[in-house]
């Protein structure tokens, strides 16, 4: 049974830094790349980053507002996937997903991740 779980979220100032990370089960974790979203209240579910199969030999940040702070990092031996978020601002507030893509490729497409976790919320007050 595949299982994402997602951890680390919560309530931050802004200004803070978050670290958010998601354990992995169930599948072949090197075969997969590994992709971030987030939900805000009534908006869409927006791609932030994405590390490939190679073991961040390839990431991308994808959503403009948190293009420049933001990094991913993977750890094949844990079946772990990190995400670090500085300078945070309430616009940061929503739900974080990690998701698990075939091919081992990113994309900024959730149509492209057979695997989702159950997400974990990011409170950001100012």
């Known amino acids: 049974q595949v299982k994402l779980v997602e951890s680390g979220g919560g309530l931050f100032q802004a200004g803070e830094s978050l670290r958010l990370s998601c354990s992995v089960a169930?599948?072949?974790?090197?075969?997969?790349?590994m992709g971030w979203f987030r939900q805000a209240p009534g908006k869409e579910r927006e791609a932030i980053s994405c590390i490939d199969y190679r073991s961040s030999r390839t990431t991308a940040a994808y959503a403009a507002p948190v293009k420049d702070r933001v990094a991913v990092s993977r750890d094949s031996a844990q079946w772990t996937v990190s995400l670090q978020m500085r300078s945070l601002t309430p616009e940061d507030t929503g739900i974080y997903y990690c998701?698990?893509?075939?091919?081992?490729?990113?994309?900024?497409?959730?149509?492209?991740?057979?695997?989702w976790g159950q997400g974990t919320q990011v409170t950001v007050s100012s």
């Open positions: 998701a698990a893509a075939r091919g081992g490729y990113c994309s900024e497409s959730p149509t492209e991740y057979a695997f």
């Open positions: 169930g599948l072949r974790f090197r075969e997969f790349a």
